[in-house]
């Protein structure tokens, strides 16, 4: 089973941005849905984007929509989330996390999820 690893996260300033990184480790992202949760302090995890395999379909949650964008290097085994225009209100460990892809799928949900990363902190000071 493939395991997600992060990295790219840091401290940045309110307004700024940073690229966090998800590579495929022990096989690759092919067939799969990736999606980056992220965990403040004291709150629960929630989604906030991710990308299928079968056509590249993004989607995101409203509190990402505008602002970050996810991709994926598929011959890199690797995907991406831009985070632009970043508020301290970002702030949390952001994890990676995959899941076989099916037609009409967009898994935005912990339980739909089966290989979870060690998670990444991204803090934005004011």
């Known amino acids: 089973q493939v395991q997600p690893v992060e990295s790219g996260g840091g401290l940045v300033q309110a307004g700024g941005s940073l690229r966090l990184s998800c590579e495929a480790s022990g096989g690759t992202f092919s067939w799969l849905v990736v999606g980056w949760f992220r965990q403040a302090p004291g709150k629960g995890r929630e989604f906030t984007a991710g990308i299928r395999y079968i056509g590249g379909t993004r989607f995101y949650a409203d509190s990402a929509e505008g602002r970050f964008i996810i991709s994926r290097d598929n011959a890199k085994n690797t995907v991406y989330l831009d985070m632009n225009s970043l508020k301290p209100e970002d702030t949390a460990v952001y994890y990676c996390?995959?899941?076989?892809?099916?037609?009409?799928?967009?898994?935005?949900?912990?339980?739909?999820?089966?290989?979870w990363g060690q998670g990444t902190q991204v803090t934005v000071s004011s």
């Open positions: 996390a995959a899941v076989m892809d099916k037609i009409g799928r967009e898994p935005r949900t912990l339980s739909e999820f089966d290989s």
